[in-house]
């Protein structure tokens, strides 16, 4: 080799080990920039033992969730400490994995569309009093559910979010009574089979294969794709009034939620748009609806039980969002939100408690696109210590934007302020929080202009852990009995939506109190105090409209009653310029008499109030007004340009059947209703569906699968 071809070999072999230990050192540099970025990402989760992250292929898939609903389910669960959040990232689960379903678990795919995350079933099933009544607090979101049935029997509280369902969806156990309900953002395969649900809220879903609803009182659909008007009319059936039907959903913007994006270690929140051009059926590309992301490892504050209200504000400067994983957080001030477009997101209910008579949360005047979701508030103030603040307080109320000088409307036309999604509160004593006595004056209240509420239950608890039992509730008065509330919602903004809002057992006030103009409300569900008559005697109601409101929208409302003692005045008071449809009182227990009127009317000048009855009762003691007469009160009806579809035809069947309610405080209400009367009637009913050929789709085949549904194995139901 010449001196030339060395001097070349040797400076080819200098150029190549410099390369290589160039390549190694970038390969070492992104190994550790991967690695630091798999800690960072991964480390939000970390050390949290009640948030389980699950892929398809770990060992112990079963077992997992299997740990979790066997501490959560029945009595133990209903009122403990104990959250969790069940996170299953993208990819197809194994056919035997089920997951059963209880309190303060939620269940959340985290692909960023439903079909990432492919699912056998999930399962909720009748409680402890051998109903669904009690079953509060679940949630499932995120999933494609493969089975041919799947059981979702639930009351208040517990929602299916973003999903698509393959199969038939039973919303009641058998022969159970449930108490429902919300479902919203889901494409539906199979039939819903509503069985023995007493009411339900259904927001923008595809459900091409119908639905099957032999008893219950009050169905809305609101947004709902792909249904016949026979179909809303066979579910309907002769009970007057129990199906209202929106044909699409005038203002939303779906729940924010949680995303393992495709690399396996990022993770975001997607913020769905806003809409406000009416929309209709399910979410067709979720990824293309986001209408931002926030990277959690940057823009988002993660906080963990443990942390001070102190701590999570501070947290919370310069962020874009704020997660709140699963725990109790008792909170000495509120977390108080003040930027425009700002997301506080709760995973597996976590709790905030305020101590000292501070709202939990607390969002700023003349903000917009803010959203809120997935939080359970719970009135922990002492009772004695004097007036609280409300749990959740959107924007300043108008007495204090007076007093500052500002406007006491907050329409700044900057837009939307905003969406409260899965918003649940509650009064009561319960024993993991010592059984103390506590207030909760006004659970929710909404100042500023243009906030939606999606899915909102709001709760003086009429059963705890602290002597008012479940199965005794109704008859033996305890802690939470002591304890006061005065409003469950109070609405001063103008043009607040509310789809699916839940009041009960409020004390002290009409349990919602709107104030503000141009309100609507889809669905309302409520039932008075029975532990204290003299809720009745004071004359407060279930939903009261201010008279001087010049305009409100209320669709598919029903107020109950269960053995009170003293007469109610009525379950509404509405301004004459109301436009209503489908406003109901049941009493479940009693007689008849119980409500005196169904609706009172208040003149903006005074006067006496105008009141008057049902246009039918069917059974006795379920009475309805299916829309209000032209010159109501006053004045009449204003016109509305949004067309909204009156419930079928009048039937002329005499009799119905009627779904009871588990409860009062959900104890199995088999007093209201024979069983075998009960029974008797939907058998028949059922019949004349068959012989009057197809219903929701094919009814013979529909008897069928609820046929196979009660004759299933309870481990072989999903």
Known sequence: MTIQATFIALLAFCVAFGSAAAVKKKEKKASNETKA??????????????????RPGDKDLQDVVDDIWKGQEGWKGHFNGHRYAVLLTPGVYPDDFVIPVSYYTSVLGVGASPSQVELQAVRSLNGANGHAT????????????????????????????????????????????SSGGFIADVKMKGTVMAGMQQQWLFRNMDMSGGIYCPTGWNYVFVGVDDMMQKTYTDCAGPVDGKVTVSPTTPRIAEKPYLVQEKDGKTWNIYVPRFSSNGTKGATSDHEAAAARKLLLVKEVFVAKPGHTAKEINKGMKGKKGLLLTPGVYELDRPLEVHTDGFVVLGIGFPTLVPTEGHSAVQVANGLTDVRIAGLLLEGGTPKKQGKADPLLQWGEPPSEKAHHGGSTSDDSGKGP????????????????????????????????????????????ADHDDCGTDPGNSLNVTGKSDQCFSEHGLVVNGARTTAYGTAAEHMVGGDMVSWRGDAGEAYFYQSELPY????????????????????????YGMGVYIISGKSQAKGGFILPASAKAENLMTVVVIGAKWQFKNTLCFRQASGGQEQCMGPTQCVPETRCVIRSLPTGSGSGSAPATSRFFLAGPPEASSPAAPAAARGGGGRLPLLLCLSSAAFLSLTALWLVGRRRAGDGAGNASELLLVESAQVALPRTAQE
Request: aromatic share 12%.
């Open 37 to 54: 970025s798999n800690e960072t990402e991964a480390s939000w989760f970390e050390g949290l033992d009640n948030v389980k992250v699950l």
């Open 134 to 177: 009690n079953n509060f607090w679940r949630s499932v979101e995120g999933v494609q559910l493969r089975n041919k049935t799947v059981t979702w029997a639930v009351s208040q509280g517990a929602p299916i979010r973003r999903s698509v369902i393959d199969g038939h969806l039973f919303l009641s156990d058998h022969k159970g009574f």
């Open 417 to 460: 302020a905003g969406v409260m999604s899965d918003i649940f509160a509650r009064v009561g004593s319960f024993h993991y929080r010592g059984c103390q006595v506590v207030r909760a004056d006004t659970m929710v209240e909404i100042n500023s202009d243009d906030v939606v509420l999606d899915n909102t239950w709001l709760w003086h």
């Open 531 to 554: 532990h204290d008559d003299g809720y009745s005697t004071m004359g407060f109601v279930a939903y009261a409209v201010a008279p001087e409101v010049k305009s409100h929208l209320a």
